[in-house]
């Protein structure tokens, strides 16, 4: 393929040399030890651990069922206030656990949930509330952190953007009483799939093992219902193969989001956003909001598309208008969150995305 005809996907998984993959699982061979807590497992589980600056992490075979497993363990009931600017996995994860989800209005700038308004939405029926750091912006944590000391609830944080992000030196995945990431293909550390929840509770370390285990707890004694989540140990060593290189490939990111701002910032009709201030990205993505562009969303959508260009309406539409939910969700008033669902676009972004290639994308955008 021509590199005209190339298509350019709004993101690309980050992969070892081959042969650094074969050296990882060639022993695989030798012992025939494929999953249930294997060496390389336990080997990453601990690298990360370092990484990440955490207490305690859990590894599981994806980022949704660390997720629900981790609500699943932390025994709610009632209702959780979370957001609606959010993958699908975020409610799903609080439906499938039988808790009903309140949603909060996000903010303007960061499409984080807006801390302002969470106290107005605390029932007697609210357990817990479930942010998300969007886009590797991080969520006012130490807001929500006051109230939720205030009002006895539990936070537990979608971190599935925010691997390797810090807020004032700290590891994003130690605030809350846990923090999920996702190690899917397209974030920007992967497991080929994968995800984990980390926490500073030792007893919960034990029960999410349990959960993610079929809530087998010895060789005779099943005591939860719990379901098979375990990570296996292909994943785990593309994991320890991808952990030597984030570095690197965050760098990459960076050039290419900086590429990025230099080329769109304060460009009328274009809304982008640089780094937070106390905040190290991990630059996973690059959103961009269009306020009354010559051209609307969906049709620059359709025009980058013509050019093999292959952004994403990221996210839309909102939770509350899926198929599933809008007659459960329909009376919710979201004004922030569904103007930038309708408005947003998320550019192509990941380490080895050319510069050159940025500039033709920007050119298209700016020139269209």
Same mark, same amino acid.
């Given at each position: 393929? $021509?590199?005209? &005809?190339?298509?350019?996907? +709004?993101?690309? $998984?980050?992969?070892?040399?081959?042969?650094?993959?074969?050296?990882?699982?060639?022993?695989?061979?030798?012992?025939?030890?494929?999953?249930?807590?294997?060496?390389?497992?336990?080997?990453?589980?601990?690298?990360?651990?370092?990484?990440?600056?955490?207490?305690? !992490?859990?590894?599981?075979?994806?980022?949704?069922?660390?997720? /629900?497993?981790?609500?699943?363990?932390? %025994?709610?009931? =009632?209702?959780?206030?979370?957001?609606?600017?959010?993958?699908?996995?975020?409610?799903?994860?609080?439906?499938?656990?039988?808790?009903?989800?309140?949603?909060?209005?996000? /903010?303007?700038?960061?499409?984080?949930?807006?801390?302002?308004?969470?106290?107005?939405?605390?029932?007697?029926?609210?357990?817990?509330?479930?942010?998300?750091?969007?886009?590797?912006?991080?969520?006012?944590?130490?807001?929500?952190?006051?109230?939720?000391?205030?009002?006895?609830?539990?936070?537990?944080?979608?971190?599935?953007?925010?691997?390797?992000?810090?807020?004032? @030196?700290?590891?994003?995945?130690?605030?809350?009483?846990?923090?999920?990431?996702?190690?899917?293909?397209?974030? +920007?550390?992967?497991?080929?799939?994968?995800?984990?929840?980390?926490?500073?509770?030792?007893?919960?370390?034990?029960?999410? &093992?349990?959960?993610?285990?079929?809530?087998?707890?010895?060789? /005779?004694?099943?005591?939860?219902?719990? @379901?098979?989540?375990?990570?296996?140990?292909? %994943?785990?060593?593309? @994991?320890?193969?991808?952990?030597?290189?984030?570095?690197?490939?965050? =760098?990459?990111?960076?050039?290419?989001?900086?590429?990025?701002?230099?080329?769109?910032?304060?460009? /009328? =009709?274009?809304?982008?956003?640089?780094? %937070?201030? @106390? +905040?190290?990205?991990?630059?996973?993505?690059?959103?961009?909001?269009?306020?009354?562009?010559? !051209?609307?969303?969906?049709?620059?959508?359709?025009?980058?598309?013509?050019? &093999?260009?292959?952004?994403?309406?990221?996210?839309?539409?909102?939770?509350?208008?899926? &198929?599933?939910?809008?007659?459960?969700?329909?009376?919710?008033?979201?004004?922030?969150?569904?103007?930038?669902?309708?408005?947003?676009?998320?550019?192509?972004?990941?380490?080895?995305?050319?510069?050159?290639?940025?500039?033709?994308?920007?050119?298209?955008?700016?020139?269209?």
């Amino acid at each position: 393929m $021509s590199s005209e &005809n190339k298509k350019i996907l +709004v993101t690309r $998984s980050s992969m070892p040399d081959f042969e650094e993959y074969m050296e990882e699982i060639r022993p695989l061979w030798e012992s025939a030890w494929l999953t249930n807590m294997g060496p390389l497992h336990e080997r990453l589980r601990a690298e990360l651990m370092d990484y990440l600056k955490v207490d305690g !992490i859990a590894l599981f075979t994806n980022g949704h069922m660390a997720l /629900e497993m981790a609500l699943d363990a932390m %025994q709610l009931s =009632g209702e959780v206030i979370t957001t609606p600017f959010t993958f699908a996995s975020t409610t799903h994860a609080i439906v499938r656990n039988g808790l009903t989800p309140v949603f909060c209005d996000i /903010e303007p700038d960061n499409y984080t949930i807006d801390a302002d308004k969470i106290e107005a939405l605390i029932t007697e029926k609210t357990s817990a509330i479930v942010p998300v750091h969007v886009y590797g912006k991080v969520c006012d944590v130490e807001k929500i952190e006051a109230i939720a000391k205030k009002h006895n609830l539990k936070v537990i944080y979608d971190a599935a953007h925010a691997f390797g992000v810090k807020f004032k @030196g700290r590891g994003i995945g130690s605030f809350g009483d846990a923090s999920m990431f996702s190690f899917h293909a397209t974030k +920007v550390f992967n497991t080929i799939e994968g995800g984990a929840v980390c926490y500073s509770d030792s007893d919960f370390e034990k029960t999410l &093992n349990f959960l993610k285990n079929f809530g087998i707890t010895d060789k /005779e004694n099943v005591d939860f219902v719990g @379901g098979n989540a375990k990570m296996n140990e292909f %994943q785990a060593a593309m @994991g320890i193969c991808n952990l030597k290189h984030i570095e690197r490939e965050i =760098g990459k990111r960076k050039k290419v989001v900086e590429r990025y701002l230099e080329r769109l910032e304060d460009k /009328e =009709g274009l809304i982008v956003s640089g780094v %937070q201030d @106390g +905040v190290e990205s991990n630059y996973a993505y690059f959103p961009m909001v269009l306020d009354n562009y010559k !051209i609307s969303r969906n049709d620059l959508y359709d025009y980058l598309a013509g050019h &093999n260009i292959f952004a994403r309406k990221y996210f839309y539409p909102l939770i509350t208008d899926y &198929n599933c939910y809008r007659e459960r969700f329909a009376d919710c008033r979201l004004p922030v969150a569904r103007r930038i669902a309708d408005n947003v676009l998320t550019l192509p972004c990941y380490a080895d995305l050319p510069l050159e290639t940025v500039d033709k994308i920007c050119d298209l955008i700016l020139n269209v």
